[in-house]
């Protein structure tokens, strides 16, 4: 029954993008016709057709490997840094005041001062880098902090007295607050860096990314180019988006299956059995859940 509905609401939720793109590409023609001006709103078609001239270029796929390749390295550095960081602010207030200042720097200072620092200081194919990770960091980071700061203090408490194994602890109550605080930050932060990644090289200008390819469209005065690199950025920020949805489903998935294991079926009648509703209440209490850690 659950599956049944799932699907259900998948399917829904894809009609509703589906109006919703229709109409966004009917008040773009609209708004085309009305102005007259393909140098201010090409229509869609022209706009079509500078995409395909653009995916036909021999150049292509070099042009979005090299900006994949600074987003990916931007994010994963982030991530590393993000996480390890993190957790000792988590763990340790001390390194959390350290750290602190730093990290409002970073939230201030607007991304356009750090875009043009970092083209003064590196050069021009490393500079979206640095830009991405000084404006994604502080997200990725403080999410985990958050992350470690939340967990139920009782749950703590109760896990010193039964003198568990700190990796255990780690594993298994840590790391699991953790991704779920990181997963979500994740999908605004891969995001946000290719926006920010884009935007960068379209100030530092690297001999082959997205961003100079804006630039050269705008320098033409090719409005329908610059639309078409668009799409083509909104459907590679859509994909990592689609990514991290798929990884939190799977997480989900994971959470169902253990339920379920835990579970006596209700089919046989056991569904108020006092022994099932023992185990539950303990679970819920994560009396059960240390027992087990302890054991295991």
Do not use: H
């Not at 996480?83 to 356009?112: D, H």
């Not at 830009?131 to 749950?155: E, M």
């Not at 790391?175 to 379209?202: F, H, Q, T, W």
Request: charged share 15%.
């Amino acid at each position: 029954m659950k599956t049944s509905t799932y699907k259900i609401n998948f399917k829904s939720d894809n009609i509703y993008t589906i109006i919703s793109l229709f109409i966004s590409i009917v008040l773009w023609q609209v708004a085309s016709l009305w102005l007259n001006k393909p140098i201010i709103i090409p229509a869609p078609n022209e706009t079509v057709i500078s995409l395909i001239k653009i995916l036909k270029d021999p150049m292509f796929l070099s042009i979005i490997c090299a900006t994949l390749n600074r987003i990916i390295f931007c994010f994963i550095i982030t991530l590393i840094l993000a996480v390890i960081l993190g957790m000792l602010s988590g763990f340790y207030k001390p390194i959390y005041n350290l750290l602190s200042p730093i990290v409002l720097v970073f939230k201030s200072v607007p991304t356009m001062a750090v875009i043009l620092l970092a083209i003064i200081w590196l050069e021009s194919e490393i500079a979206p880098i640095l830009v991405g990770f000084l404006v994604t960091f502080p997200l990725l980071y403080q999410n985990i902090v958050q992350g470690i700061r939340n967990i139920d203090k009782n749950l703590i408490e109760m896990v010193k007295i039964y003198k568990i194994n700190k990796l255990k602890i780690i594993k298994e109550i840590y790391l699991p607050s953790i991704k779920s605080y990181l997963m979500a930050g994740m999908s605004s932060a891969l995001g946000l860096n290719v926006k920010i990644i884009i935007a960068a090289e379209v100030l530092s200008q690297p001999q082959i990314s997205i961003g100079t390819s804006f630039q050269i469209e705008k320098a033409n005065l090719n409005t329908a180019g610059v639309f078409a690199w668009s799409i083509i950025a909104i459907v590679i920020a859509g994909t990592f988006d689609i990514i991290i949805k798929l990884l939190q489903r799977k997480k989900i998935k994971n959470k169902e299956n253990i339920y379920r294991i835990l579970k006596i079926n209700k089919k046989g009648g056991y569904g108020k059995n006092p022994i099932y509703l023992l185990y539950k209440r303990l679970w819920e209490k994560n009396i059960l859940k240390i027992w087990i850690l302890k054991k295991y």
